[in-house]
């Protein structure tokens, strides 16, 4: 399950439900998932292994910070390549940053998931394939 799947919303907006899933989101698309007031990163991802994700974020330069309080944005993209973009805003400063595959639950920073995991680039019809002599 994604990061969006497991976020929990605060108390304050009376109830507990998780946040929507990207599977719920159209595909390519940027999509704001929800905001918490008065609230951490930490505080919403409680269960999560916070030490790989904040990794992965201040590995792409992000502040990172998962116990700065404020009104908390997730903000999540799909890609072409079927990359889930999840981005944290705390009071309108992205603060953490990181890249999911759909249907893995690694964590991978911005720009650098290994080729392993990510799917081959499709390629653009009607130009040839060429290699290397």
């Not at 439900?17 to 007031?37: L, T, Y």
């Not at 916070?50 to 890609?79: F, K, Q, Y």
């Not at 990181?98 to 998931?113: C, E, N, P, R, T």
Request: glycine share 8%.
């Amino acid at each position: 399950m994604t990061i969006a799947g497991r976020c929990h919303r605060s108390p304050s907006r009376g109830d507990t439900a998780g946040a929507g899933s990207v599977s719920e989101m159209n595909p390519r698309i940027i999509s704001a998932v929800d905001e918490w007031e008065n609230t951490s990163i930490r505080a919403l991802l409680p269960n999560d292994d916070l030490a790989a994700i904040t990794e992965a974020s201040v590995a792409a330069g992000l502040p990172s910070d998962v116990d700065r309080v404020g009104t908390v944005l997730l903000v999540m993209a799909n890609t072409v390549e079927d990359e889930i973009l999840t981005f944290f805003y705390v009071e309108g400063t992205l603060e953490l940053g990181f890249v999911q595959y759909k249907g893995s639950d690694a964590i991978h920073a911005l720009g650098a998931a290994p080729a392993s995991t990510a799917p081959a680039p499709a390629q653009i019809p009607g130009q040839a394939q060429t290699s290397a002599s």
